[in-house]
């Protein structure tokens, strides 16, 4: 009674110091542009953007965080710390580009009748995306907020515009990215881990082989975001080309690769040649992914949140007023809303991706962190609004889906072996299992060249399917992946009714 009693007053607590924050933005808005626009419609659109920034902290946030949480790298509290502070810093510092995207990129102003009628369109958009956020969040589904804006500015443009209001070109684009984000993510994800595998885990002296690859993967990993961080986090003071930053980014990323190598090496000099061991590892360079992609979601992200705000703001101010910092007053909601809204309400989206999808340990985390990382900085490169629940979940899928492969073969091999040689000693079989079990990648490959020279481990198609049903490992809960497959492909299409319906009652 008393454990309901505490989260029942840690609920309350939540709830005060959200709506402090919403009254906070109102009294802010007030203060900084009662001489311009002190509109009730703009101290209200401006409390509506900062709830979003709330609901996308709570539902989509814990993306990032949830494979640091799962594999027991960091604790709850802890995760949510540290992902509060990169997310406030990416939505500050590079949310600008993505923002464009959101405010003129769906639907065309200029096809809409006048500033009233692109206020209500963009009103409509943040109730329904709102509604749809809370619905997902309260039933533990990680949805694409991203998904849930453009499809309510969708509907709500279609219903006063028609399709002629539609940037169609724009919305396939993103569209694309959408579908390619978790399917990339996936593709990725997959790859490092088995990469890993051969090159670490697969390996007689795994310790030894990971003082080699890992310095490799985190020199990558720092090149990857000072290239991103020149591009996109600096170039109001610093304008460079992208390939520019590509040689800077190269550089550092090799200077990191130097500097941490002599370290990396000492300590797997000391390690035990386990498993457990080199996970452990992966620590470090774990949080640092995970920082970088909290980073990178919260300059992408932040757009959900105040690009509608921003076009109702230029829609009812005369374009000949000088708007002072605009989008610099608006990147500081996103900036303060996104974590806090992380911080109040995303436990549960964060066990959702760190432990009810598949089981994640160090090495897998940090496969999915990177792989995520690499797609979302790809996408933001360009402007697009990728989702990245799509991609991190999609990349969770693509490790569990690649263990299930390898254990579902293995489990094949090793049935094979006790069939086709069952005229022999049994003791010898066992013997020799035992023998490849410990053996390096490369050694396996030896020894199944020489079991397989007289074509013994050849199967027919129809035993090989027998045998695949009769051993397959379902280490990805099936049922949480039809509801996040499900809830994904109703979003957009959700969320563009919800802002229609409203668009109407508005009106």
């Known amino acids: 009674m008393s454990s309901k009693v505490h989260n029942a007053a840690v609920h309350r607590a939540n709830h005060a110091l959200a709506l402090l924050f919403l009254i906070a933005i109102g009294v802010s808005y007030h203060f900084i542009y009662s001489t311009i626009d002190n509109s009730l419609i703009m101290i209200l659109a401006a409390i509506l953007g900062g709830y979003l920034a709330l609901n996308i902290g709570a539902n989509d946030a814990g993306n990032n965080i949830g494979p640091l949480v799962g594999s027991a790298v960091i604790g709850m509290t802890g995760a949510m710390l540290f992902a509060a502070l990169f997310e406030a810093a990416g939505a500050f510092l590079s949310g600008d580009e993505v923002i464009s995207t959101i405010k003129q990129g769906i639907i065309d102003p200029d096809q809409l009748s006048d500033a009233e009628t692109v206020t209500r369109v963009m009103f409509s958009a943040m109730i329904a995306t709102i509604v749809w956020l809370n619905l997902a969040t309260f039933t533990g589904t990680p949805v694409s907020t991203t998904h849930t804006i453009v499809g309510g500015v969708l509907g709500a443009g279609i219903t006063v515009g028609g399709v002629a209001a539609v940037n169609w070109h724009t919305l396939a684009s993103i569209t694309v990215s959408w579908f390619l984000s978790p399917i990339l993510g996936g593709i990725i994800a997959a790859l490092l881990l088995y990469l890993i595998k051969r090159t670490i885990t697969y390996q007689d002296k795994m310790s030894r082989a990971a003082g080699k690859v890992l310095p490799l993967l985190v020199g990558f990993m720092a090149w990857s975001f000072t290239t991103y961080l020149m591009v996109k986090g600096v170039k109001a003071s610093w304008r460079v080309d992208f390939f520019t930053a590509l040689i800077c980014g190269f550089a550092i990323g090799l200077g990191v690769y130097m500097v941490i190598k002599p370290n990396i090496v000492q300590r797997t000099d000391i390690l035990p040649n386990t498993k457990s061991a080199v996970n452990r590892l992966f620590n470090i360079p774990l949080l640092f992914g995970a920082g970088l992609l909290s980073f990178a979601h919260g300059s992408n992200d932040v757009a959900n949140a105040i690009g509608p705000v921003i076009a109702i703001k230029e829609a009812l101010i005369d374009s000949q007023t000088a708007l002072p910092d605009s989008s610099l007053w608006g990147l500081s909601i996103g900036a303060v809303g996104i974590p806090?809204?992380?911080?109040?309400?995303?436990?549960?989206?964060?066990?959702?991706?760190?432990?009810?999808?598949?089981?994640?340990?160090?090495?897998?985390?940090?496969?999915?962190?990177?792989?995520?990382?690499?797609?979302?900085?790809?996408?933001?490169?360009?402007?697009?609004?990728?989702?990245?629940?799509?991609?991190?979940?999609?990349a969770v899928f693509g490790i569990g889906f690649l263990r299930e492969i390898l254990k579902t073969n293995y489990a094949i091999l090793l049935e094979t072996l006790r069939h086709q040689h069952r005229s022999r000693d049994k003791a010898q079989i066992e013997a020799f299992i035992q023998r490849f079990d410990r053996a390096s990648f490369s050694e396996k490959g030896r020894l199944l060249a020489e079991l397989d020279s007289d074509n013994q481990l050849k199967l027919s198609k129809k035993k090989r399917t027998s045998l695949q049903n009769l051993y397959r490992y379902e280490i990805v809960k099936r049922s949480t992946f039809i509801r996040i497959i499900l809830a994904w492909i109703i979003t957009l299409p959700i969320a563009a009714l919800f802002a229609s319906l409203i668009y109407l009652l508005i009106d």
Do not use: M, N
């Open 340 to 394: 806090l809204g992380l911080i109040l309400y995303g436990k549960r989206l964060i066990k959702t991706i760190g432990s009810e999808i598949t089981e994640l340990d160090q090495v897998r985390a940090f496969c999915i962190v990177t792989s995520v990382t690499i797609t979302v900085l790809f996408a933001s490169q360009f402007g697009l609004p990728v989702s990245s629940t799509h991609t991190a979940v999609g």
